[in-house]
């Protein structure tokens, strides 16, 4: 049974900065490549940001590059997404989410165990 649990969300003013933390409780975590999803109101699901499993290498949707960082923590079977600059329009819940498939490529259909959520919210 896998189980992710986001937190560290909150209310933020435009231009801070949260830092989103996800414990995952996955047999073999470093062998899976992990994402963040956020979803907002009235919108699709969409993807953030990805890091595969060895931690080599990081993906990032165009509107967050350069302002958030994805990163592990293997021996915690933790990951984390550092967001700075923030944006009203970053307001959302955030998801962690665990690929369906150990040591493969980062693909973001391939995701499919997911967290609760956190809400983050950024003021103007």
């Known amino acids: 049974q896998v189980q992710l649990v986001e937190s560290g969300g909150g209310l933020v003013q435009a231009g801070g900065s949260l830092r989103l933390s996800c414990a995952a409780s996955?047999?073999?975590?470093?062998?899976?490549?992990m994402g963040w999803f956020r979803q907002a109101p009235g919108k699709e699901r969409e993807f953030v940001a990805a890091?595969?499993?060895?931690?080599?290498?990081?993906y990032y949707t165009d509107s967050v590059k350069g302002r958030f960082t994805v990163s592990r923590d293997n021996a915690k079977n933790t990951v984390y997404l550092q967001m700075n600059s923030l944006k009203p329009e970053d307001t959302a819940v955030y998801y962690c989410a665990k690929d369906s498939r150990p040591f493969g490529d980062v693909v973001e259909g391939n995701f499919d165990s997911w967290g609760q959520g956190t809400q983050v919210t950024v003021s103007s």
């Open positions: 996955v047999r073999i975590f470093s062998g899976y490549n």
């Open positions: 890091i595969n499993w060895s931690g080599h290498s990081t």
